[in-house]
Nanobody, 124 residues
Framework: VQLVESGGGSVQAGGSLRLSCAAS????????MGWFRQAAGKGLEGVAC???????IYADSVKGRFTISQDNAENTLYLHMNSLKPEDTAMYYC???????????????????WGQGTQVTVSS
């Protein structure tokens, strides 16, 4: 399984970005995928997740501003980020795993497969 993130960059506060995560070698019929971020000097934080049924969970810090979505035909996960704040500055990672349950998780230990990350920098 390979996950490759893209779409990061530098933006001013209030701006928007869309992150993409292209998945390959992933053939599970039931799965969940998530976005995580790690700011400099801080721990890894779960941002949003989605499962194969389309159910989503968001961290309180991004609710109403970020939207996670997936394009099954393209095997791509997205994170649409609006109203960005300087505190959203971080390296963003996508992650994936298989499941027999209809849920997803914002905790890192539930995920086996990880991408290399894409940097998001929000200036004030």
């Amino acid at each position: 399984v390979q996950l490759v993130e893209s779409g990061g960059g530098s933006v001013q506060a209030g701006g928007s970005l869309r992150l993409s995560c292209a998945a390959s070698g992933y053939t599970y019929s039931r799965y969940y995928m998530g976005w995580f971020r790690q700011a400099a000097g801080k721990g890894l934080e779960g941002v949003a997740c989605i499962n194969s049924d389309g159910s989503t969970i968001y961290a309180d810090s991004v609710k109403g501003r970020f939207t996670i979505s997936q394009d099954n035909a393209e095997n791509t996960l997205y994170l649409h980020m609006n109203s960005l704040k300087p505190e959203d500055t971080a390296m963003y990672y996508c992650a994936a795993d298989s499941t027999g349950r209809g849920t997803c998780y914002l905790q890192r230990f539930w995920y086996t497969y990880w991408g290399q990350g894409t940097q998001v920098t929000v200036s004030s």
